[in-house]
């Protein structure tokens, strides 16, 4: 039977409306609400047929029915782009524009014929005759190619978006179908797809959770929220049943833990609110928001703070649009490199483009209207207009051919092979519980206890008091009310923390006797630290009593609860060191990484297990210190962190014990905001609590644990380890710098093209008038470039042998010298061959000399020879591009990139067939074997010569600059005055904002706009990671 919400809605005592409206207060206005309309929560949960203790049944026609009535959490994603949308997209390409237009006049001036039928007379004697008849009638054709050849580019470039659309969607679906919440169904606690959560369920929340729906709090332990998310203000808000019952989906649990009743999902919670407003869900539930008046969704109506105004695509508090005044984050250091020399790179194009089709025009009017003193007539007009546009056709296919549209497809399928060999490994770890918890268990299950039986005895809802595990605290406690009407503290933490507050301790008889300062240094000194010392994390267990009064404590004193304590035990609980780990941190450091440790462990722990792992090694100059320590050196007189304490500490550190979250943080910073290098330091942070957030944000790389780790700590980070081991940071590192030398591989391949096929191009438009590479053979040339060197270089997989280099800094050139050495001396082989088959190459092999014909003159096999054995260099200088660094053997691993070769091959024989079949569209005419053997001797050629460059020694090519690098600090400063927040990419856009023309920077942009779905999604980047103890 199918349900409705008409015929549901009677089944519940209260409606959706009702709910959403409920859920705009806040505070004691809430608490108002509430008790007026239903008395307590408690009526809420039993109008929503559940109970607080047991939760919902669970049966799957239940799960129907509520969200038939309350709806699905869930919000639908905006429509995807058709395959025809992308394709209009692409043609908005602004050069893609101009060879249409030009093309399309091209193609209706070629079906012009002047009065009388005399073509000549309208043509010089450098641009016309020599053409029969049926060529003649044959010039439509190029202008139909170059169409046909745009649609190409056009199909491609289309196809390559949806098939990255389609591969991110995918990837956001799998990670939805990984997010799980922990809720009680008929008595049991169990984890559930975040999508199948429905209103009525009894949600458990602790610290770390990111809230997947809107709820109101049932029974809560010092739980503190951050709703910055969805109210912009950064203090956290306490929440208890008196205070503020009200949680909001898309706000992290920052301390403590409770439990709350659902009652709002997917569109209906204040999350879908807002995204629904800015268009992420589908438009008719849109209008049903727009229709209901909740535009200012998460606030109440009477009070609250400022409401956030929606406008275009952006929510935004009111004061936060006025200029942002708190210090910027900088974005990508690598999307700088790219934006920038990929601007700079378009300039040269342009600038090489304009040249071009002006001396063109320049030579064709003087030798028409000067030499010849021809006249222009209305006649020939139409002709006259068709060279032009055939001079500023070549013009824009040069600027076709040097902007870098390949490179942000490079990016794209780095980073694409870099998500997916990990993949293949299995699907994200399952939580699991506290170790703590689980060892201690463990414990009372070897001495026979049942711990079941207590737990049976004193549930959770008959707690009085819990006092959650914080930094500060380094414990947890929980008061317990006996049928007396006296308490009893259950503490557990930090041992030598808790025995500072014994003052009695329990004896072998379990009675308890006095516990003096000596006997806590003797426990000290015999027992916890000789277990410390082999790498134990040690617990103190403790309890008090107190007797039934008039009155209960002040459960808020804390410094008078937690004193006066009795020590049961001391127990030791080992976290060994995967057998993986010290073989990756020698990886690391052989690779220029150094690894340090700063844990909230007892300091011979922390020595102990860094000793284990190979972070302390003998005969290296490294210092353990705890957190106290650690902040008296770095802090002058008046009590602030100063920058020249904090270089004298941070180089040697090695292990940073008893530490806060504030002290990793302060560390970070530190060493981020150092000079005392030669190059500014990259720190990358591996962390897994909620207040890990603040130095997993302030590295320039986050390392989010993704089993232990909380949604906090997922959120800030920028890659999520989904198996907590170390070993998993190494391959990151490795596919890491895997991307950045494909990268640099393409640019390599790319830049050396570029040059040889702009320098050919202007060089011929100067001295013989027209280019010996037809517009439509360069736009296959940049296919060749672009596309399939991108699929080419950058898929290739990483080796080891990356880790045997020191790490790139942040200012190194994309362009180093080594690479800008292979460019041009390549770019001088193939300029050589070129321009020696273009002014010679008639002689060679005795045919007829192309230089003296017309522009329209057939195809001839003397430039068809420059143009096959220009591609055959590419072809063959492509297997040197794979090697950047000076290695010499370039066929090293060749063979286990099955897509290279198959590229490489694939273009070969596309290129046999444009020459020998492809004719007039193409510009070519057939060869003969010997010509061919010619063209693939001189491709061959380029390996040869790449092995003579390399033994060229760079200290010779001192002269030689570098490109790529970061803007300069003057640029940076004043980008900062200017704007909150630092894209170097944008502020090279802002300065050239009229450079439409250059395509591939806004490409490279939205690239970025996917790394970034891996930084703001919580839940996984499948590059693995880290051990907890690291």
């Known amino acids: 039977m199918m349900v409705t919400r008409d015929t549901a809605d009677k089944d519940f ?34 109008r929503l047929r559940t ?91 190029e202008g139909f190619a170059i169409l046909l050849s745009v649609m190409c580019v056009v199909l491609v470039t289309a196809f390559n978006d949806w098939s990255k659309e389609k591969q991110f969607r995918g990837l956001q679906s799998r990670i939805e179908s990984e997010q799980k919440f922990t809720v009680i169904r008929h008595g049991e606690c169990k984890q559930v797809l975040v999508a199948e959560l429905v209103v009525g369920d009894i949600a458990q929340i602790k610290y770390g959770d990111l809230l997947p729906a809107d709820g109101v709090l049932l029974q809560g332990h010092d739980l503190q929220v951050d709703e910055s998310s969805l109210t912009g203000e950064s203090d956290h808000v306490k929440k208890s049943l008196t205070v503020d019952p009200m949680l909001l989906s898309g706000t992290h649990v920052m301390e403590g833990s409770g439990r709350m009743v659902i009652t709002a999902v997917g569109v209906n919670s204040q999350t879908g609110i807002i995204l629904t407003l800015l268009g992420v869900g589908d438009e008719e539930a849109e209008k049903k928001l727009k229709n209901s008046g909740d535009v200012t969704p998460g606030h109440s109506k009477e009070s609250g703070p400022k409401p956030r105004k929606v406008s275009g695509n952006q ?103 870099s998500v997916k060999p990990p993949e293949k490994e299995g699907g994200l770890p399952r939580q699991i519980g506290n170790k703590t918890e689980c060892a201690l268990l463990g414990l009372l299950l070897e001495l026979n206890q049942n711990f079941e039986a207590v737990r049976a005895n004193i549930t959770e809802e008959t707690l009085h008091k819990v006092y959650t595990f914080n930094s500060d605290r380094k414990s947890m406690s929980t008061v317990v009310k006996k049928p007396n009407g006296s308490f009893r503290l259950y503490s557990k933490g930090a041992s030598e923390i808790l025995l500072k507050k014994c003052t009695r301790i329990l004896d072998a008889n379990g009675r308890p006797g006095p516990f003096s300062k000596k006997d806590r240094e003797n426990v000290i000194n015999n027992v916890i630290e000789p277990m410390a010392s082999e790498g134990l994390r040690t617990i103190g267990l403790t309890f008090k009593e107190f007797p039934a009064a008039s009155s209960e404590p002040n459960w808020d004193n804390e410094d008078e609860i937690f004193k006066d304590l009795t020590c049961i035990a001391i127990v030791g609980i080992e976290d060994p060191v995967r057998p993986e780990v010290p073989d990756a941190i020698r990886k690391c450091q052989k690779a220029g990484i150094v690894v340090r440790m700063i844990t909230g462990d007892n300091i011979n722990t922390a020595r102990a297990i860094a000793t284990k792992c190979g972070i302390l090694r003998q005969g290296e100059a490294s210092v353990c210190m705890e957190g106290q320590d650690f902040n008296r050196l770095i802090r002058g007189p008046d009590g602030e962190i100063k920058q020249e304490l904090m270089d004298r500490v941070w180089p040697t550190l090695c292990v940073l014990a008893r530490s806060s979250p504030a002290d990793k943080y302060n560390l970070v910073t530190g060493i981020i905001n150092s000079n005392i290098t030669e190059q500014r330091q990259v720190v990358a942070v591996t962390g897994d609590g909620t207040n890990d957030g603040p130095a997993l944000k302030k590295a320039d790389v986050g390392f989010a644990m993704g089993i232990a780790g909380t949604d906090v700590a997922k959120e800030a980070s920028d890659i999520i380890i989904t198996d907590d081991n170390f070993s998993s940071i190494v391959k990151a590192v490795m596919w890491g710098r895997n991307v950045y030398d494909s990268i640099s591989k393409f640019l390599q391949f790319q830049l050396t093209v570029n040059v040889v096929a702009v320098v050919v191009a202007f060089t011929g438009a100067c001295v013989t008038q027209n280019s010996p590479l037809k517009a439509v053979q360069m736009l296959w040339v940049n296919l060749i470039m672009d596309t399939f060197a991108s699929l080419a270089l950058a898929t290739e997989k990483p080796t080891e042998a990356l880790l045997e280099r020191k790490p790139y800094g942040r200012n190194k050139p994309l362009i180093s010298r080594t690479m800008l050495k292979n460019i041009l001396f390549h770019a001088v082989y193939q300029m050589a061959v070129v321009f020696s088959l273009v002014f010679a190459g008639e002689k060679f092999f005795d045919i007829e000399n192309a230089r003296s014909v017309p522009m329209d003159y057939p195809p001839t096999e003397h430039y068809t020879i420059v143009f096959n054995t220009f591609v055959m260099m590419q072809i063959f200088n492509e297997i040197n ?41 193409f510009s070519c005419t057939k060869l003969s074997l010997e010509q061919w053997l010619w063209s693939i001797f001189f491709g061959l050629g380029t390996l040869i010569w790449g092995q003579l460059i390399v033994f060229i020694p760079n200290r010779y090519l001192w002269f030689l600059p570098t490109f790529g690098d970061r803007p300069t600090k003057q640029d940076i400063i004043a980008e900062e005055d200017m704007y909150g927040e630092i894209d170097y990419g944008e502020m090279e856009m802002r300065r050239i904002s009229q450079a439409s023309w250059c395509r591939g920077v806004n490409r490279v942009q939205t690239q970025y706009k996917v790394v970034n779905t891996f930084r703001t999604s919580p839940y996984e980047l499948h590059c693995s990671a880290s051990n907890k103890t690291i």
């Open 13 to 46: 005592g209260v409606t959706l409306s009702e709910l959403r409206k409920l859920m705009e207060y806040r505070k004691s206005e809430a608490v108002e609400k509430i008790k007026e309309l239903y008395g307590d929560v408690f009526e809420i949960c039993k």
């Open 51 to 141: 109970s607080p203790t047991l939760g919902i049944v669970g049966t799957q026609s239940e799960i129907e029915l509520r969200k038939a009535v309350f709806g699905s959490n869930f919000i639908p994603p905006k429509k995807p782009l058709t395959f025809l949308e992308l394709m209009w997209e692409a043609l908005q390409d602004m050069t893609l524009c101009i060879l249409e237009v030009a093309a399309i006049i091209s193609l209706g001036l070629s079906f012009y014929k002047p009065p009388g039928g005399n073509i000549a007379a309208c043509q010089s004697e450098g641009h016309g005759g020599g053409g029969e008849e049926e060529e003649e009638e044959a010039d439509w054709i």
């Open 315 to 417: 929510v935004e508090d009111e004061e936060s649009a006025q200029k942002h005044t708190s210090h910027p984050k900088e974005k990508s250091v690598l999307q700088a490199k790219l934006t920038r020399l990929a601007l700079q790179i378009g300039k040269a194009g342009l600038a090489m483009s304009v040249i071009t089709v002006l001396v063109l025009i320049i030579f064709f009017l003087v030798q028409t209207f000067a030499i010849e003193k021809r006249t222009w007539t209305v006649e020939c007009t139409p002709i006259y207009i068709q060279h032009i546009v055939k001079f500023f056709i070549i013009g824009v296919t040069i600027l076709v051919v040097a902007v870098p549209e390949g490179l942000p497809l490079a990016v794209t399928i780095s980073l694409a092979y």
């Open 881 to 921: 591009a794979r090697k950047i660094h000076g290695e010499r053997n370039v066929f090293s691993g060749i063979f286990r990139n099955t897509i290279f070769c198959c590229i490489s091959v694939g273009t070969l024989v596309v290129q046999v067939l444009i020459v020998q079949i492809g004719g007039k569209p």
